[in-house]
């Protein structure tokens, strides 16, 4: 008799492991069908794009994974038009990425930007674009020189989505990063133009080391991209390599590493030993604060204009402020909504864990909480939308870190410890039906057999959600629930409706949407554990349905 409990309390944690599997393998479906989608997305920029902010534009020439220069008729460059992806796609606002196009002048600075295309839901990305000043706000940054985004609110009722294009942008174009512009290596023979018993290089950081062939530091190469990527001479950019002497001081020697200038220009620098020598001896300090009148120095005959985008490209790069302190980016995002969400999970805590959850002056008072911070100041709920926007992209634990501790416990605690956390202590929607449920005594009883046919509605929606998300159909899935319509400024008619019925019903049938309506409900019931008496039921049935539907919908997708 002894070994029944053990075979029980056994069965009952590899359903555990099988319910956490399926909540896994759902991810994984997710994500290989967002890259198989985000790789047949086309990556082209195209003319008709950049005419919208060069209105001379007559040629677009490609430059690099999401990035192409914009030439007029004649030639000269007016500009180049940058995709934020990939390098931004790591970037989750409320659900997913969001995929930015950004037109930058000569100069660097942004003439415009605009939403490609993005992983968060339609109403929050509305939201971002008809909003008469955060897009605008953003021109004359110039991301490209390290500077910070111009002050601009993000935008209301779509924070997360408007912050993460912003930094999206910045993970494309921010200084000190990689050039897309110029991406030839530095070679040994180019480094023995200074340094002629150079035997090797060793790429250290945003420098190169140069050695002799007994491993000998003779002195550094450094490479004036990304800083002169938008420094254009008479038909495009020049980056220049800086010879600089052991101790990383001083100027040993200047040349041309590679150019998108006209060439006859471009050869009569690399032929004019005194203007190249006119750096020669001058240390990084006295370059970066470089007078060009007080120094003597002149354009190049016959070259004036790439000899002048030249000299302040190597300007530009040393007036890197290096011995300034680096600003560190805080790992997390924290924010005044992400202390109110920590609050409200503490508190939630306390209600599952205490005699409190039985109080009904305790839940009534917590109720009324819920409805106020989390549901009418934040408008922070999970979601289909959010859960299935993570599955794809990843959790935006950077952005939205009191979120992601929100759907962790939501997720963990039912499938840990029994108690369903979310349904019963944290949703503000759940809350508003119980106090609307509080109003009037007498209730409906819903027939039994309506109730098990109504009961089945979530697990076709949570159905319908997954098909659609894997198959690419694009269906809104926030139009499946009323929880956006929290966030009021972005929420959808959908929603609305949802939430106005839901919350009507529950007046005369306790928790109605919660029973027989919300399919992020069903997700959760589905992850919660009964203890060592758990055994195979319904629902786990139902979730290996829920995977052939969705393996389904991932081979019809990748079919399309």
Known sequence: MSGAPVTARRSAVWLRVWRAGVIAAVAG???????????????????????????????????????VRVKDAAGVEQGELVGTSPEGDRVIGYSGPTRGLVALGTDGAVRGVEILSSGDTPEHVEEVVKDGKFLPGLAGWRPGEGGAPPRVEAVSGATLTSLALVEAIQKKLGAGGKSLRFTKPVTLEEVRGFFPAAAGVEPDGDRTRVVDAAGVLLGWAVRTSPEADNVSGYAGPTECLVGLDAAGTTVVGVQVHESYDTESYVQTIRDDTYYRGLFKGRTVEELGKLDYAAAGFEGVSGATLTSWAMAEGIKKRFARKAAAPAVVKPLLNWTRRDTVLAAVLAGALVMAFTRLRGNAKARLVWNAVLVGALGLMNGDMISLTLLGGWGAH???????????????AALLVPWGVRRQLYCHHVCPHGAAQSLLGAVVKKKWTVPAGVAVWLGRVPFVLLAVALVSAVAGWGLDLAALEPFEAWLWPAAGVASAVIAVAGLVAAVKIPQAYCHYGCPTGALLKFVRSTGAADRWNRRDTAAVALLLLGAAGLWWGGRM
């Open 29 to 67: 479906l997710l994500h290989t069908a967002a890259e198989w989608r985000s790789a047949r997305q086309p990556a082209g920029l195209t003319l008709e794009q950049a005419r919208r902010y060069f209105p001379k534009a007559a040629v677009v020439e490609t430059e690099g994974p999401g990035r």
């Open 394 to 408: 990843g959790a935006g634990w950077r952005t939205a870190p009191g979120l992601v501790l929100l759907a962790a």
